[in-house]
């Protein structure tokens, strides 16, 4: 293990420890509104129900064990933590700063932000998919937390990019929004198609249309974005081998 592998563990338990901070200070309005006040103070036909937002709980518990398994004797020096760590600090930092400009209604600056983290971490889940291998237990303490993460954020950078929208004066139908969503699922089919480890990615994508649709108005067209991941899980599975490897598991 080098110097650089013990920055890098320790500031992955960093960023893990801030997003739960931020995110506390962000649903309670600590410091400046509450998100969940903020979301729905704008028109938005594909704000999910409020209990979506409890799979958030649920990320930065698995951030955590990710952060926890990676500082583990032995683990560090690991090349799965060097392929993916920066990444991940990368996206834990992006993610205080997209709570913190939400909270202060400064939308566009936040919108940016989440598409960064979005960005972040796919880079950070590939990488992870591509050093983790066959090493199944790689695959439930690094990609899973990952995937999870990502698929959530998928999501979330659709419905801020409607919540945006309307911040800014740009009015948005209700269809519009909902093929904005339903483009989401489609990309998230494409993704599908090519990674493996994808169950925890398809959990949060899952949840977060569920609960869309759940809100009300734009349930018909949701249900649509629903069955297009959907049809996408039925053709990775569709052989014993990649039933295995959704999971992580060879």
């Known amino acids: 293990m080098t110097r650089w592998d013990g920055l890098r ?55 955590a064990a990710y952060a926890v398994w990676q500082v583990l004797p032995g683990q560090p020096g690991r090349p799965v933590h060097r392929a993916c760590g920066w990444w991940v600090i990368g996206a834990g930092i992006a993610n205080v700063g997209w709570i913190l400009s939400f909270v202060q209604r400064r939308f566009v600056v936040a919108q940016a932000v989440i598409l960064v983290l979005l960005v972040l971490l796919l880079i950070a889940w590939w990488r992870a998919e591509r050093a983790a291998g066959r090493r199944t237990a790689d695959r439930w303490w690094v990609s899973g937390p990952l995937a999870l993460y990502t698929g959530w954020v998928t999501a979330a950078a659709a419905v801020g990019a409607v919540t945006t929208a309307s911040a800014t004066g740009v009015e948005v139908s209700a269809g519009t929004a909902v093929g904005a969503l339903v483009a989401v699922a489609v990309v998230s089919a494409a993704v599908v198609l090519w990674w493996w480890g994808l169950a925890g990615f398809l959990a949060s994508l899952w949840w977060a249309l569920s609960w869309t649709a759940a809100a009300g108005d734009a349930a018909p067209p949701i249900a649509v974005g629903v069955a297009v991941t959907v049809v996408a899980a039925v053709r990775v599975l569709h052989s014993p081998r990649r039933i295995a490897v959704l999971f992580g598991h060879y």
């Open 9 to 63: 563990a320790g500031g992955v338990i960093v960023v893990a420890v801030a997003q739960v901070v931020a995110g506390g200070v962000g649903g309670t309005g600590v410091w400046g509104e509450p998100v969940g006040e903020v979301a729905r103070s704008e028109p938005n036909p594909i704000l999910p129900a409020s209990g979506a937002f409890a799979i958030w709980s649920l990320v930065y518990l698995a951030v």
